[in-house]
Nanobody
Framework: VQLQASGGGLVRAGDSLRLSCVVS????????MGWFRQAPGKEREFVAS????????NYQDSVKGRFTISRDNAKNTLYLQMTSLKPEDTAVYYC?????????????????WGQGTLVTVSS
C-alpha cells in the first residue's frame, strides 16, 4: 500500500489549506485513516483520525474547530481541511492507514504511512 500526500505549502497565519492523501489500494476503504504531523525538533503527534466510513472523527484539542478530516472511499482519498492556520501548525503532515477500522490517536494503530507534505505558516 502506498500513500501520496499533497497540498502543503507556505501560507500566512489565518489562511487555509487542504491536504490530500491518495491511497494506492482500495483495501484502505475498510480501515481507519489519520493525519499526524511533526514539527522541527519535535516528535510526531496525532492531528486527526476518521473511521472507515467517515462516521466517527477524532481531533487533537489544538486543531478542534479549525481542521476537518474527511475521506472519499470511491476515490481512495483522505483529506484534511485546515483553516485559521497558526505558525504553530508548521510541520510535515503525514497521512496513515490504520490496522483496523478503529480511528485511534496512537501511531501504533496505523500500519501504512505517506511520505509527508510540508506546511509552513508564517506570522
Amino acid at each position: 500500500v502506498q500513500l501520496q500526500a499533497s497540498g502543503g505549502g507556505l501560507v500566512r497565519a489565518g489562511d487555509s489549506l487542504r491536504l490530500s492523501c491518495v491511497v494506492s489500494r482500495r483495501t484502505a476503504s475498510n480501515n481507519a485513516m489519520g493525519w499526524f504531523r511533526q514539527a522541527p525538533g519535535k516528535e510526531r503527534e496525532f492531528v486527526a483520525s476518521i473511521s472507515w466510513n467517515g462516521g466517527s472523527t477524532n481531533y487533537q484539542d489544538s486543531v478542534k474547530g479549525r481542521f476537518t478530516i474527511s475521506r472519499d472511499n470511491a476515490k481512495n482519498t483522505l483529506y484534511l481541511q485546515m483553516t485559521s492556520l497558526k505558525p504553530e501548525d508548521t510541520a510535515v503532515y503525514y497521512c496513515a492507514v490504520g490496522r483496523t477500522s478503529y480511528a485511534g490517536s496512537s501511531s501504533n494503530v496505523y500500519q501504512y504511512w505517506g511520505q509527508g507534505t510540508l506546511v509552513t505558516v508564517s506570522s
